[in-house]
């Protein structure tokens, strides 16, 4: 008699394509067989097939743990369904999908790979790996593996969608507008379509077609929350104010809670002279986010943003106290005693930043300042020399350590910091501008000269180092006309710096050209009053044009404002005055 065979397990091998042979390998051992002539028990080894069936056995036990909810217990019968059936690209990818559900992105990523090999034209697993890949950050081999679906299923929106967003995080904008021109031709009416446009016109500064784009997406949804931000956001960048004021109003008409549009909006309305709106705005804020919270940061910026220093204070001091470990907030918040005089309270908090803070070096630049400025320059010094020690990464700190030499006129000790960070920043132009400068402080024309062209060679538009060639030129004398060539690029690019203006006066006056000199240096000096060496410069030209009385007064002038080298200045007063005593030059 043969044993009764469940229900369930009869189903479940007709609908996975068992054969009714496999089903009788469950019952009792065969009957006893002959053996050559004699009567003997003997049983037959267990076929392949037994163990297929209790894959597919645990596959249903799995299949009803998963209609249940049960995720761990679905997990636990398709590990064994696996175990006896370790090569069925079904159950990995299977495997692969519950793992992700689950959110083991690593281990579906393996089973979905083993489920693509073992079926490498599969396009559901081919989908399945795409998706773990983007899940997990590997956006090439995600891309790679959607274009390959693509071809097979070109109407696939979902994954032309994805496609799209991948290759605007990989700025890949020409590859992401072709496949949103595709998904727009299929479906006139995707919202997310014209919404990604927008994006990536943006990214792209291409302001008007992302403006038409965005427009389109609010026409479909005019309600769309990133499609409203992005707009104003793009009015913002181009400076239209008024518009960016109405949409972010517009925004938070649909989204109150909106806080970050609430802290653009104050922005907006500081630019457009309505304060009013912009501190009621920020009143809006404060009932929108609770004391001491960390929402409540980006107002305590926008105060101190805008001259409000001590509501700044209170701000940030709430959220330090309530969290003491948010670094940015600290960093804030010391930088707004910093700019309430309150030095003491200032370097309390930028000292307490820690090292493995984003905020550790700015916050080292600061004491470093603040003790420099207190006339405390070698406590800065060690300040600057314990925070490149830690971190060469940031250029700034070797400038302003070569910045206090230099200001001691330790110009060798400054050249040795600016060389040092050169050897980790080789193409820093910051760096090798500063090295030019204080090479030819410490006398070194040439040195700084191979200097500047360096910087030039880096940034052909550096203005700074085009004048300083021709402003070194000029002073000695030498290849004035190539002088003048530089600096009339380096005015191009900087046309309201008295310095540079003030260079080409001094070439003038250099080639003798004593009208066309003083036409540039009175305009030098309107630009830069307070500059003793254009005041000098404005003396020797009116000298040279016997405006004596003029020359004297730029003379006297360069003097107070404590030129560099007062005795040369004493001499030409002294010079000037016997010629207004006398009359005889």
Not at 18 to 39: D, H, M, N
Not at 234 to 245: P, S
Not at 310 to 337: C, F, G, H, M
Request: hydrophobic share 35%.
């Amino acid at each position: 008699m043969t044993k009764h065979i469940p229900i369930i397990t009869i189903l479940a091998g007709i609908a996975l394509g068992i054969s009714s042979a496999c089903t009788r390998l469950v019952g009792p051992p065969p009957p006893e067989r002959q053996v050559g002539g004699q009567e003997k028990t003997i049983f037959l080894e267990p076929e392949i097939k037994d163990k297929k069936f209790a894959a597919y056995l645990n596959y249903m036990k799995y299949s009803l743990a998963i209609s249940r909810g049960d995720l761990k217990e679905a997990k636990h019968y398709l590990t064994l369904s696996l175990e006896n059936d370790p090569d069925s690209p079904y159950l990995n990818k299977k495997m692969a999908a519950l793992c992700k559900r689950m959110k083991n992105y690593q281990k579906a990523v393996k089973y979905a790979h083993k489920a693509l090999r073992l079926a490498p034209e599969d396009v559901q697993a081919q989908i399945l790996l795409a998706d773990l890949y983007s899940l997990t950050g590997n956006d090439d081999e995600a891309a790679a593996l959607y274009e390959k679906v693509l071809k097979k299923r070109p109407d696939d929106q979902r994954i032309r969608l994805i496609l799209t967003t991948i290759y605007i995080r990989q700025n890949h904008f020409d590859k992401a507008l072709t496949h949103l021109d595709r998904l727009l031709r299929h479906n006139p009416k995707l919202v997310i379509g014209y919404y990604y446009r927008g994006r990536i016109y943006l990214e792209m500064r291409r302001y008007q077609e992302a403006e038409e784009a965005y427009k389109k997406a609010l026409s479909l949804n005019e309600t769309l929350e990133p499609a409203l931000f992005e707009l104003a956001t793009l009015y913002q960048l181009t400076h239209r104010y008024e518009q960016a004021a109405k949409t972010y109003e517009k925004l938070l008409a649909a989204y109150p809670d909106n806080l970050v549009s609430r802290e653009r909006l104050v922005e907006v309305y500081y630019k457009l002279g309505l304060k009013n709106k912009a501190e009621r705005e920020m009143e809006n804020i404060k009932k929108l986010s609770k004391p001491g919270e960390p929402d409540r940061q980006a107002l305590g910026l926008l105060y101190l943003r805008h001259g409000k220093v001590q509501e700044s204070i209170n701000e940030l001091s709430l959220i330090v106290s309530a969290w003491p470990k948010d670094q940015k907030s600290r960093y804030y918040l010391a930088t707004a005693y910093e700019e309430q005089g309150n030095i003491e309270k200032a370097l309390e908090h930028f000292r307490k930043i820690t090292k493995d803070s984003p905020y550790y070096i700015p916050s080292q630049l600061h004491i470093a300042y603040l003790l420099d400025e207190d006339g405390k320059t070698d406590e800065a010094i060690e300040v600057l020399k314990q925070a490149i020690s830690i971190d060469k990464s940031r250029p700034e700190l070797f400038l302003m350590l070569a910045g206090i030499y230099e200001t001691q006129e330790k110009y060798s000790k400054a050249m040795e910091v600016l060389r040092e960070g050169l050897k980790v920043h080789p193409k820093d132009v910051r760096l090798l501008f500063r090295l030019g400068v204080v090479l030819d402080k410490s006398g070194d024309k040439q040195g700084c000269i191979r200097k500047m062209k360096e910087v030039i060679t880096l940034d052909p538009n550096h203005a700074e180092a085009l004048n300083y060639i021709g402003y070194t030129y000029a002073e000695q004398g030498i290849r004035l006309d190539e002088a003048m060539e530089l600096i009339r690029k380096a005015m191009k690019l900087k046309p309201n710096s008295g310095y540079i203006i003030d260079s080409l006066g001094w070439v003038y006056f250099q080639k003798g050209q004593y009208r066309e000199a003083l036409k540039y240096l009175q305009k030098a000096a309107k630009l830069a009053p307070d500059d003793p060496t254009i005041n000098e410069h404005l003396g020797d030209a009116y000298y040279k044009m016997k405006d004596y009385e003029a020359s004297l007064d730029h003379y006297k002038k360069a003097l107070k404002l404590k030129h560099p080298k007062p005795d040369d200045i004493k001499e030409k007063i002294s010079k000037v005055e016997q010629i207004l005593k006398t009359g005889k030059n």
